[in-house]
């Protein structure tokens, strides 16, 4: 019986479902993703950037297999950008048609919203706004949330090389700033993607690098909004502290594009 996705397997579900500017991962990247699933074994799984469903549909596959429990996937929009006539998340169901993981596709929301989910995970992949420093926020607020092995897979390590106005640098300074004992790399695929393994890191360890973080200049192409803003310093506050609550909030001042 089946029970891992070959590359020949994903060439069939891309050439049958996926379209240009449909945004989604690599099948190289599907591969890698399976590579961690097969080792670490997660029971919940949370995606953070839906969009077509490419990778959802993908993941929750390879999850059956391997014996886990849940799916989640969140997204702040509600309809795929790729193609506005379809919601996110269209092609999970058309490509995971097992019934052994319970699939949740939560569109309107964030990170910020992790607490209304009411949920744990021991293993995520976040691949939604690209740009400096959302990429650090989704992992900040998401690891409360984590339990476990806590591996947080990044999408577009690569995208900041292949843009003239360098806006999706986020993954590239959160791959930077942390030391390389927590990072799981792949040669394939052109390096695009990464892991970190967060299960050692704890919460002070994790409140220096982001200090380090958000001194970098942010790459917003629109500036974060008030709610937005207080949300994430509140969520800050409640884990990290005052220290980098406030370092944000200064670093609003510097770095959040003015409207
Ligand atoms: C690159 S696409 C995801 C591709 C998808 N993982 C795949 O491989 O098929 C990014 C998605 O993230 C969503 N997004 C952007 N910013 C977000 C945020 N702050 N929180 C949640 N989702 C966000 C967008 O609406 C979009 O659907």
Request: charged fraction near 20%.
């Amino acid at each position: 019986m089946k029970n891992r996705f070959s590359l020949s397997d994903l060439d069939k579900i891309y050439s049958t479902h996926w379209k240009k500017g449909y945004g989604s991962i690599a099948k190289s990247e599907v591969l890698f993703i399976q590579k961690l699933i097969e080792e670490y074994r997660p029971q919940n799984f949370i995606e953070v950037g839906m969009a077509s469903g490419i990778s959802g549909g993908s993941i929750a596959q390879m999850l059956d297999w391997c014996g886990a429990k849940t799916f989640t996937s969140i997204d702040y929009d509600n309809t795929f950008f790729g193609d506005p006539t379809k919601p996110n998340g269209f092609l999970i169901e058309k490509i995971y048609q097992g019934n052994n993981i319970e699939v949740a596709k939560l569109p309107f929301t964030t990170t910020l919203d992790l607490s209304s989910i009411g949920a744990k995970f021991d293993m995520g992949f976040i691949d939604a706004n690209h740009q400096h420093p959302w990429p650090l926020i989704d992992t900040l607020l998401l690891y409360p949330f984590l339990t476990s092995r806590k591996i947080l897979i990044h999408h577009d390590l690569k995208l900041f090389r292949r843009q003239d106005i360098v806006y999706g640098i986020g993954p590239k300074y959160l791959f930077d700033q942390f030391p390389e004992r927590y990072r799981i790399t792949t040669i394939e695929g052109g390096q695009n993607i990464f892991a970190l393994d967060m299960s050692e890191i704890g919460v002070e360890r994790l409140k220096n690098i982001a200090m380090d973080a958000f001194s970098l200049p942010w790459s917003l192409r629109s500036p974060l909004d008030e709610s937005t803003i207080s949300g994430v310093a509140k969520n800050l506050e409640n884990v990290y502290g005052s220290d980098l609550k406030n370092l944000f909030l200064k670093s609003t001042g510097k770095f959040n594009p003015i409207p």
